[in-house]
């Protein structure tokens, strides 16, 4: 089955960088979207960014644009978030996600499979 696995998240002061990447095994389908979506504490999980793995093609939230990049390795199977500049209110789980048969999608519902999620916690 198709798994995903999150990794890089860690505490880094305000200001600062991280890379964050997601890992795909499993997948039989050659059409699918990957997303990164957040969820703070006590808040819902929101979609931060997502690229369709045959084009390319990007898309992230307003609250990011400018400060982080989606990307992926393609032969490798593994998807890249790049955040700048990260402030006190990116803190929050990541979670890495793929949407079967979609090029890409903001929409966190279109997403079927996600993966465990890992911690971003930025200090002020």
């Known amino acids: 089955q198709v798994q995903l696995v999150e990794s890089g998240g860690r505490l880094v002061q305000a200001g600062g960088s991280l890379r964050l990447s997601c890992a795909v095994s499993?997948?039989?389908?050659?059409?699918?979207?990957m997303g990164w979506f957040r969820q703070a504490p006590a808040k819902e999980r929101e979609f931060v960014a997502t690229i369709s793995w045959s084009s390319g093609s990007t898309s992230v939230a307003d609250s990011v644009k400018g400060r982080f990049t989606v990307s992926k390795d393609a032969a490798n199977d593994i998807m890249y978030l790049q955040m700048n500049s990260l402030k006190p209110e990116d803190t929050a789980l990541y979670y890495c996600?793929?949407?079967?048969?979609?090029?890409?999608?903001?929409?966190?519902?279109?997403?079927?499979?996600w993966g465990q999620g890992t911690q971003v916690t930025v200090s002020s």
């Open positions: 499993g997948r039989t389908f050659s059409t699918y979207a």
């Open positions: 996600a793929l949407a079967s048969g979609r090029t890409w999608s903001p929409l966190r519902g279109d997403y079927n499979y």
